[in-house]
């Protein structure tokens, strides 16, 4: 008898990755249809736990940045208690998360990868 183990992490699907990309500057005009965004992206598969917010592309991180995470996480608490989860994060935009207090609430920040 042989058991064969299955391709990939268990409970990853490779193919339809559940991610936000943030690139270029946040501004407060950009927040709005980035909650939507994600509202989307959360509706179209209700069954998920985990939402990665990759903001390795972001530019100038400041308190505007924050702000929308910070209303990223909450939306994607209300859908149902599904985690937002930030990778790629830079240096200066995990120094602002740390010195508003949301590193608490914005929990597995991964930082940049070299």
């Known amino acids: 008898m042989s058991f064969g ?11 339809t990755p559940n ?3 943030l690139t270029g500057r946040v501004t407060r005009a950009d927040v709005p249809g980035l909650c939507a965004e994600l509202e989307a992206l959360l509706s179209a598969a209700p069954a998920v736990a985990v939402v990665d917010c990759d903001v390795g592309g ?3 991180p400041d308190l505007t ?4 995470i910070a209303r990223l996480g909450l939306v994607a608490r209300r859908a149902g208690g599904v985690e937002l989860r930030l990778r790629n994060v830079p240096d ?3 120094a602002l998360l ?5 590193t608490e609430v914005v929990r597995n920040v991964r930082p940049v990868t070299e």
């Not at 183990?5 to 193919?15: H, I, K, N």
């Open 98 to 102: 740390g010195l508003v207090g949301l």
């Open 65 to 68: 940045l924050v702000e929308a």
């Open 19 to 21: 991610a936000l990309v």
């Open 58 to 60: 972001v530019v100038r």
């Open 92 to 94: 200066e935009l995990g």
């Open 5 to 15: 183990y299955p391709a990939g992490l268990p409970g990853v699907d490779a193919m």
